[in-house]
């Protein structure tokens, strides 16, 4: 038999052998370290440079100056209630020299700030759901404290020359939804299905809206799709009143969004929740009384323990949002204000006394 050494350099010893060995498994190990480490690096590179780019998003969407201290902080809504907030911020801080940032990200993203307190007040265009009040009810032992600042309404609108004047909520739902849950039967995909007859009998429709995701988006199809999916039909649109431009600009066209968002060459649709039932326009009174069927209301979320008090800073600016002062912004901007006696009946049950009015 032939002796045949082990691999290694010719004529090499077994010390040196040895040597290899340990210089092969030190190069393993530091390779596998490097690995390693390597995603975790280009992950720390990653999440620095989003946070950066998170900051200059934040930056630009707030009232306040670049390093300038900040009394109140609120965040959530990104498109609908910043037309007023933002007012709000630069007017409350103008006369009382107490800088208020308003961010606007998202309402889904106002509860996670003013749970984690990197927010005092959180704006949202849809109440909390049952996920965000149980983190709270969880962390806190509470939940968060509601507080109506404005009253708004979706509206389902199509093209001025459209004949159609109204629908059920079932029809909204068979035409917005994947799965119909509220009973509308199959999907409706033209508009001879809507009972219209002559050019637009056989016409497809095409529809507009806000994301589902967003908080205007979550509150329709929570109340007009029965909290089923949007059809993958829908062409989401980005900012405010996209989608009523996009319906103006197209006859075969329907859409939904705030009633604030009107523009012209649309026509906005009455609506009932049952065939039966009366069908009730979006008009501030149908709003203000609840007749309409997707009224809703524009919130404040604010931390209040029980028994207890709001923060003294929030509780001021509460009082301000709630005068006559900056109830006028937003009705300038179209949504509609909390009445009056509405206005004192909240302070009131938050122990703020009187507003500006």
């Known amino acids: 038999m032939t002796y045949?050494?082990?691999?290694?350099?010719?004529?090499?010893?077994?010390e040196g052998r040895i040597m290899q060995e340990r210089l092969r498994r030190a190069l393993a190990r530091a390779a596998r370290?490097?690995?390693?480490?390597?995603?975790?690096?280009?992950?720390?590179?990653?999440?620095?440079?989003?946070?950066?780019?998170?900051?200059?998003?934040?930056?630009?969407?707030?009232?306040?100056?670049p390093g300038e201290a900040v009394t109140l902080r609120i965040a959530g809504s990104g498109y609908t209630m910043p037309l007023f907030t933002t007012r709000w911020a630069e007017?409350?801080?103008?006369?009382?020299g107490r800088p208020v940032a308003v961010e606007r990200k998202g309402t889904s993203t106002g509860p996670p700030a003013l749970l984690t307190g990197k927010a005092q007040i959180a704006s949202m265009t849809r109440p909390m759901n049952v996920a965000e009040r149980t983190a709270f009810r969880r962390r806190l032992g509470y939940e968060a404290t509601?507080?109506?600042v404005a009253a708004d309404a979706l509206a389902v609108f199509v093209h001025e020359s459209n004949p159609l004047e109204r629908m059920t909520l079932?029809?909204?739902?068979?035409?917005?939804?994947?799965?119909?849950?509220?009973?509308?039967?199959?999907?409706?995909?033209?508009?001879?299905?809507l009972g219209l007859d002559g050019p637009f009998a056989g016409r497809t429709i095409d529809l507009y809206g806000r994301h589902p995701n967003s908080g205007t988006g979550t509150y329709f199809s929570s109340v007009a799709l029965c909290g089923g999916p949007f059809t993958d039909r829908l062409r989401v649109s980005p900012g405010r009143a996209s989608a009523a431009r996009a319906v103006a600009d197209s006859r075969t066209s329907i859409g939904f969004a705030s009633r604030a968002d009107r523009q012209p060459g649309i026509k906005l649709l009455a609506?009932?929740?049952?065939?039966?039932?009366?069908?009730?326009?979006?008009?501030?009174?149908?709003?203000?009384?609840?007749?309409?069927?997707?009224?809703?209301?524009?919130?404040?979320y604010v931390q209040r323990p029980?028994?207890?008090?709001?923060?003294?800073?929030?509780?001021?600016?509460?009082?301000?949002?709630?005068?006559?002062?900056?109830?006028?912004?937003?009705?300038?901007?179209?949504?509609?204000?909390?009445?009056?006696?509405?206005?004192?009946?909240?302070?009131?049950?938050?122990?703020?006394?009187?507003?500006?009015?």
């Open 33 to 65: 370290w490097l690995t390693a480490a390597l995603p975790l690096a280009l992950s720390l590179l990653l999440a620095l440079e989003l946070r950066a780019d998170t900051e200059a998003r934040t930056a630009e969407g707030t009232s306040a100056a």
């Open 306 to 357: 029980p028994g207890g008090a709001v923060e003294p800073s929030v509780a001021d600016f509460l009082r301000y949002v709630l005068s006559s002062e900056a109830q006028r912004v937003v009705e300038e901007v179209g949504y509609l204000q909390v009445p009056p006696d509405v206005a004192a009946e909240t302070l009131g049950a938050l122990g703020l006394g009187p507003s500006r009015r």
């Open 170 to 193: 079932g029809q909204v739902d068979a035409v917005f939804s994947a799965e119909r849950r509220c009973g509308g039967g199959g999907a409706i995909r033209i508009w001879g299905e």
């Open 146 to 148: 509601a507080v109506a």
């Open 271 to 300: 609506l009932a929740k049952r065939r039966e039932e009366p069908y009730v326009p979006p008009t501030a009174e149908s709003i203000y009384s609840g007749r309409y069927p997707l009224a809703r209301q524009l919130y404040f």
């Open 91 to 96: 007017a409350y801080s103008a006369a009382t």
């Open 4 to 14: 045949s050494p082990p691999p290694g350099f010719p004529g090499q010893s077994r």
